[in-house]
């Protein structure tokens, strides 16, 4: 079974008691901030090796490592094979760092993105536009009803209803 299979069937396990997996992901997210703590610490060092080499550097284990991993995968320069990813498996944490902060924000991970080392990263402005950027990348707004009777939005000169409407 890889790796990842592994941990979702612990992260997500919808049996579980629902104060263990409460104190499962709060034990989780300090590890996590731990390793961006370290790794937004030198945002420009490329850090690769195996799952395991890697757990070992951040001192993880192979699960929480496989979690991380996971979490970070979409903010990646290059995505790893996570699907497939075993112990030996070699991964990079090249991240790009704009993607990185925006999906920090998209999760909602205030511990994560208010980490003091995004000030020697990114300066006031630069995180406000791309926190604003990233909220509103999810706001769906709605154009202005075209009623029946109004000119068309094509340009024809027509009603609505009896140009573009006749044509949906």
Same mark, same amino acid.
């Given at each position: 079974m890889a790796l990842l299979e592994q941990w979702q069937k612990v992260a997500y396990n919808e049996k579980?008691?629902?104060?263990? %997996? =409460?104190?499962?992901? =709060?034990?989780? !997210? &300090? %590890?996590?901030?731990?390793?961006?703590? =370290? +790794? +937004?610490?030198?945002? #420009?060092?490329?850090?690769?090796?195996?799952?395991?080499? &890697?757990?070992?550097?951040?001192? %993880?284990?192979?699960? #929480?490592?496989?979690? !991380?991993? #996971?979490?970070?995968n979409d903010s990646l320069v290059t995505p790893n094979p996570i699907d497939t990813m075993e112990e030996d498996t070699k991964v990079s944490l090249a991240f790009d760092k704009e993607k990185l902060y925006k999906n920090m924000v998209d999760a909602k991970a205030d511990w994560l993105y208010e980490l003091p080392m995004w000030d020697e990263i990114f300066d006031a402005d630069t995180k406000k536009r791309l926190y604003l950027e990233q909220k509103k990348s999810g706001t769906v707004i709605v154009g202005k009803k075209i009623g029946r009777n109004d000119p068309c939005p094509c340009g024809s000169g027509k009603k609505y209803k009896q140009c573009c409407l006749n044509k949906k």
């Amino acid at each position: 079974m890889a790796l990842l299979e592994q941990w979702q069937k612990v992260a997500y396990n919808e049996k579980a008691n629902k104060q263990d %997996l =409460q104190r499962f992901w =709060q034990r989780y !997210f &300090l %590890l996590e901030k731990n390793v961006y703590e =370290q +790794l +937004l610490t030198n945002p #420009d060092e490329v850090v690769e090796g195996t799952v395991k080499e &890697l757990a070992e550097k951040y001192k %993880l284990s192979i699960m #929480d490592m496989t979690g !991380f991993l #996971d979490g970070i995968n979409d903010s990646l320069v290059t995505p790893n094979p996570i699907d497939t990813m075993e112990e030996d498996t070699k991964v990079s944490l090249a991240f790009d760092k704009e993607k990185l902060y925006k999906n920090m924000v998209d999760a909602k991970a205030d511990w994560l993105y208010e980490l003091p080392m995004w000030d020697e990263i990114f300066d006031a402005d630069t995180k406000k536009r791309l926190y604003l950027e990233q909220k509103k990348s999810g706001t769906v707004i709605v154009g202005k009803k075209i009623g029946r009777n109004d000119p068309c939005p094509c340009g024809s000169g027509k009603k609505y209803k009896q140009c573009c409407l006749n044509k949906k």
